[in-house]
């Protein structure tokens, strides 16, 4: 814990410390794994500020000679330094800030920069767009809420700098522009810290959801690949332990026949072989149904026997599941590795027109010389027409009635990527079609296998 550890660091008598400490008593900054912005970006671009502040002040009033008054403006960068340094020497770089913490931060870095305008020219001085950093960089990190308030500070700022104009430092005496400019120059940064807002927000939000949704489809593809191990332990254990059963139940029946009828032992040996011919009809039944559920899901197989496994999964109560092979040309169907990238793709999409559907779905395989089509088509209502320009964006609702978080199109999109294959959505005049395309090469070196694989045999 980053803040324990700093605070074994430090000293306990740091007046710079003190002021981080007394920050973290008041819960304002939090664990390595609570926050996103890690403090080390944030001192980061905070020393760059001070820095770059404390060069142009002391270039401009003693190179180019414009007078400023550093009395009043040079305490406010060094509170920016001893702020930096005290949150430095306290906590380490990689510990990461909550968003309250994040968002006092920034608002502290507007109202200095707004005192430091107010000073030297108010919107009239060209570093008035620097105003928008502060904003940026709460909007793309911040929740929405913090991140509004961060922007309404930042207007506030912007309306009181051009509500109070002071003069421009110049040579000689100040310059003043008319209000006229000043109120264009108020509009323009009004409006660039609104729109620069809303945009950083947005696109760091669409970053994190995505984020999240590959975080969820990496999640779905263990799942599937654990299920996968599974059944293949499953059917290796059912076979190991057949032997050692097998033993049991002979001497289990032996003892049986020898004790004589009076023993009080004949009763529990009868059960003994009782309980191991119930043990070996359990494994009879768990390997049987393990060892050929996994020679569909392990083994080479036609894509439409597959999908034939899919629907029977996946199928429900009063809807009827076709599944057919339309060859073009004479074509053979393609012979595929039921991978688990494969396997859960068709499996979401073929779930979810048996979900949607009212009373068929259809699913056909078409082969050809350019490739391999297969269309699952459901008699359901159809996607929502508005999103269907959309789909495959996570977290998107894609059917009139209402049903999971919008991440089974994502999921199915990313997983047939990483076999080839590609993904259209559209609706029919009653229902939906979903079309996925495989190139010719794509099935080649399950195909070559499946081939070799007869040839031994």
Known sequence: MAVEAGYARATASSGLGAVARSLANMGWLVRDDAGRVR??????????????????????????????????????VALSAVINLGLHLRFSAATRLNDR????????????????LELTGGL???????????????????????????TVLALAC???LALYPTALPWR???LRFPPLYLVGAWTALSLSTILVAAYAWSVAEDARRRATALAATQLALAREQELSALGGQAAAAAHLLGSPLGTIAVIAKELVRELPADSPLRAEARELLEQAGRCRDILRTLGRRDVDHGQERFTRAPLSALLETLTQEFGRDGVRCVVRVEPVDGVEEPIVAPTPELRHSLANLVDNAVRFARREVQVTVRPSRAGVDLVIEDDGPGFSPEVLDWLGEPYLSTRHSEGGLGLGI????????????????ANKLRGARVTVSWPARAFDEAKMEATHERRRS
Do not use: C, E, M
Not at 49 to 54: F, K
């Open 158 to 160: 912007v309306a009181f």
């Open 39 to 76: 403090l080390h970006f944030i001192a980061l671009v905070r020393w760059i500020a001070v820095v770059g502040q404390l060069f142009t002040l002391l270039f401009v009033h003693f190179s180019i000679g414009i007078p400023l008054p550093l009395f009043a403006l040079l305490p406010a």
């Open 124 to 150: 009239q001085n060209p570093f008035a767009i620097l105003l928008l950093l502060p904003v940026a960089i709460a909007a793309s990190t911040l929740a929405r809420r913090w991140a509004l308030a961060i």
């Open 101 to 116: 913490t994040a968002a006092l931060l920034f608002g502290y870095d507007i109202l200095q920069l707004a005192y430091l």
């Open 172 to 174: 000689p005496g100040g």
């Open 410 to 425: 994502f999921i199915a999109i990313t997983l047939l990527a990483r076999t080839g294959g590609k993904l259209h959505v």
